[in-house]
């Protein structure tokens, strides 16, 4: 046993990165680690660097994880978390079948893991511990490598049966461009960062010009992350610019529809390129909700997250028994 307060563990895995945390009964981060999402191996692959991530953290806060009083994960796709399974990952490297990682993990680990939904895991963080706690009810987009969202509804998690937030795939253009999901004209098209990329390599491929790609090899980087846009946008480099301008006109369309719906008291704006660019282009988003509201004299609270980057993995660690 160890002589130290008890703690837990929490594991955001992202299309991008893996992001994990140490925290306390107080939700205190006692340690931190991340390291970049495999795009080999599948899921097996996957798992195996989730837990070398986490023991990481857990060395950053002098704990191993044996000693862990538990470990949530907040993971996307299909989350089945009394089965302990997730399928359907689309971001993930060879994730569409039904895989057991809770079970994998806490055999890794030697300690109980629990999973749930990772956008809806770091919306309920925001909500009980963020940028959501003056609300009752709040929806969550998280913009990142696709475009997620989480709803409570009244002080609960608004779940549906099990696939209800998927802001991304809201239709903001019949029969517009593909989405990463199959279908067309989905927000997450035109927003998530995936897809943004693919647009860009397309003109790029075409002769268009950027410095999104030099950028990117300049940062030894093989996709173009957060900062890379941030970057390339800071340089007024004009095809990043259109990609973000394009980007968040289908953020705006988006959010005002599922505001138009729910009539919720808050957006709060999360995820990789959320938390970047909130400062920046989130008066815009705002902006373009409110041209699309009904009710466009009562506009909800519009919020950043405030957990930042380690809310996901913050809000994991809530799931776990401590
Ligand atoms: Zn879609």
């Given amino acids: 046993m160890s002589p130290r307060a008890k703690a837990g563990g929490g594991i955001d895995l992202g299309g991008t990165k893996i992001q994990t945390v140490i925290v306390n009964r107080r939700n205190e981060v006692l340690g931190q680690a991340r390291a970049a999402t495999p795009r080999k191996g599948g899921p097996k692959a996957i798992a195996a660097a989730m837990a070398e991530v986490l023991a990481e953290a857990g060395e950053n806060a002098g704990y191993a994880t044996a000693d862990l009083t538990g470990v949530g994960v907040g993971s996307p796709g299909d989350v089945d978390a009394a089965a302990g399974t997730v399928s359907s990952a689309k971001n993930l490297s060879g994730w569409s079948r039904s895989f057991p990682l809770a079970a994998v993990l806490s055999d890794e680990l030697g300690t109980p893991v ?33 475009v997620g969202g989480g709803i409570v509804l009244d002080g609960k998690d608004w779940l549906g049966r099990g696939a209800a937030g998927e802001i991304g795939h809201m239709v903001v253009k019949r029969g517009g461009r593909r989405c990463p999901c199959g279908n067309r004209g989905c927000m997450e098209a035109y927003a998530g960062r995936a897809a943004m990329e693919a647009r ?9 010009k950027t410095v999104l790609f030099e950028l990117m090899e300049g940062k030894g980087k093989d996709r173009l992350t957060s900062s890379v846009w941030a970057k390339a946008v800071k340089q007024d480099d004009k095809l990043a610019v259109k990609l973000i301008d394009d980007a968040v006109k289908a953020l705006g369309a988006a959010i005002a529809s599922a505001v138009n719906l729910l009539d919720i008291e808050a957006v709060i704006l999360g995820g990789g390129l959320g938390i970047r660019f909130g400062g920046l282009y989130g008066p815009e988003i705002e902006r373009r909700v409110g041209k699309n509201l009904f009710d466009a004299a009562d506009p909800p609270a519009f919020r950043v997250a405030e957990l ?10 809530q799931l776990a028994a401590r």
């Fill in 114 to 146: 629990a999973l749930g939904n990772d956008v809806q895991v770091a919306t309920t963080a925001e909500f009980e511990l963020g940028a959501g706690r003056p609300y009752d009810s709040v929806l969550g987009v998280f913009w990142g490598t696709g």
């Fill in 308 to 317: 930042g980057d380690l809310g996901g993995a913050v809000g994991a660690a």
């Fill in 200 to 208: 860009a390599r397309k003109l790029a491929g075409k002769g268009r």
